[in-house]
């Protein structure tokens, strides 16, 4: 029987057999370009607000898997990725990248702005179509960001549909704040891909049928890796760090259901490699051709 979650209003969201598969395989996939871009850019130092780093793979295929083709996205500084999840083609996450590495402080934005942007995007969905959902990212919690929480009051009184997803890289403290949550707020822990996208398909609906805005606090990133020094390590500690990787964490829940195969994940490795140095040399051509060009390839 597909796993089923409840939310409070009593719905559920069945997740089947090929749905769970398909979510771990995304986010390999997702992994997967993040290496090709460290490997292609090593060393590389971006502007604050945009980052390349593992452990964002549950909250970003769990959040934005299987929205429509015109809905919207508004990152948290990660087109190169984003791109990818909305099913544009893969040498288009690669020539976002490119266009960020040319130009970094063109491609920046404050994160304020791009929180307003997404605001804007929504209430222009809700006056165009009530059935177009803005699905908006953030890196800090709105209690330590009051133009955030500001954008959400703002949403939810206006009944915007847009879903909120808010993620700390660092395993934000939360200092002992409280804030009026919103009555769709949700806090789940950022490695499960599982919880995450249960949990936004039904904010998606809501906000879709007209319900107002939703927020999805993802807790917990796994911590920094442990030192390297094997004396500050134990072998506890480092299958701790492990199983907090949401690729790892996953794979123990698909073999907890036996739907686990080895062969399985090196068959959609094995493709989606290929795959990807294809993508690499049409960006990589395109680059070549005109970096002015690049820098002005925009979400």
Same mark, same amino acid.
């Given at each position: 029987?597909?796993?089923?979650?409840k939310d409070?209003?009593g719905a559920?969201?069945?997740?089947s057999?090929?749905?769970?598969?398909?979510?771990?395989?995304?986010?390999?996939?997702c992994?997967?370009?993040e290496?090709?871009a460290?490997?292609?850019?090593p060393?590389?130092?971006?502007?604050?607000?945009?980052?390349?780093?593992h452990?964002?793979?549950?909250?970003?295929v769990g959040?934005?898997f299987?929205?429509?083709?015109?809905?919207?996205?508004?990152?948290?500084g990660?087109?190169?990725i984003?791109?990818?999840?909305?099913r544009?083609p893969?040498?288009?996450?690669?020539?976002?990248?490119f266009?960020?590495?040319?130009?970094?402080?063109e491609?920046s934005?404050t994160k304020?702005?791009?929180?307003a942007?997404a605001t804007g995007?929504?209430?222009?969905c809700?006056?165009?179509?009530?059935?177009i959902?803005?699905? &908006?990212?953030a890196?800090?919690?709105?209690?330590?960001?009051?133009?955030?929480?500001?954008?959400?009051?703002?949403?939810s009184?206006?009944?915007?549909? @847009?879903?909120?997803?808010?993620?700390d890289?660092?395993?934000?403290?939360?200092?002992?704040k409280?804030?009026?949550?919103l009555?769709?707020?949700?806090s789940?822990e950022?490695?499960d891909?599982?919880?995450i996208?249960?949990?936004?398909?039904?904010?998606?609906?809501?906000?879709?049928?007209g319900h107002?805005? &939703?927020?999805?606090?993802?807790m917990?990133?796994?911590?920094?890796r442990?030192?390297?020094?094997v004396?500050?390590?134990?072998?506890?500690?480092?299958?701790?760090?492990?199983?907090?990787?949401?690729?790892?964490?996953?794979?123990?829940y698909l073999k907890?259901?036996?739907?686990?195969s080895?062969?399985?994940?090196?068959? @959609?490795?094995?493709?989606f490699?290929?795959?990807?140095?294809q993508?690499?040399?049409?960006?990589?051509?395109?680059?070549?051709?005109?970096?002015?060009?690049? &820098?002005?390839v925009?979400?």
């Open positions: 029987m597909a796993p089923k979650s409070r209003s559920s969201v069945a997740l057999s090929r749905k769970l598969k398909q979510l771990y395989a995304t986010m390999l996939q992994r997967m370009i290496d090709k460290r490997l292609l850019l060393g590389r130092e971006f502007a604050k607000d945009q980052f390349i780093g452990g964002l793979e549950a909250a970003e959040a934005a299987g929205l429509r083709r015109k809905d919207c996205i508004a990152p948290w990660r087109k190169f984003f791109a990818f999840l909305k544009q893969l040498t288009s996450a690669f020539q976002r990248l266009a960020l590495a040319d130009s970094p402080n491609m934005a304020a702005a791009r929180t942007v995007v929504g209430l222009a809700r006056k165009q179509s009530g059935s959902v803005t699905v &908006a990212f890196t800090e919690a709105p209690e330590t960001s009051e133009f955030l929480y500001d954008m959400i009051a703002f949403s009184s206006h009944k915007l549909p @847009i879903v909120f997803v808010t993620h890289r660092l395993a934000a403290e939360r200092n002992g409280q804030w009026r949550r009555p769709s707020a949700s789940l950022v490695n891909v599982v919880a996208y249960r949990v936004a398909q039904e904010a998606i609906r809501r906000a879709r049928e107002g805005p &939703a927020l999805i606090e993802c917990g990133l796994q911590e920094k442990p030192a390297k020094s004396k500050k390590r134990s072998p506890e500690g480092i299958e701790s760090w492990r199983n907090k990787d949401p690729l790892i964490f996953m794979e123990n907890q259901r036996k739907l686990w080895d062969g399985w994940k090196s068959k @959609i490795a094995d493709r490699s290929h795959e990807l140095d993508a690499v040399a049409a960006a990589e051509s395109q680059r070549s051709e005109s970096p002015a060009d690049a &820098a002005r925009r979400a």
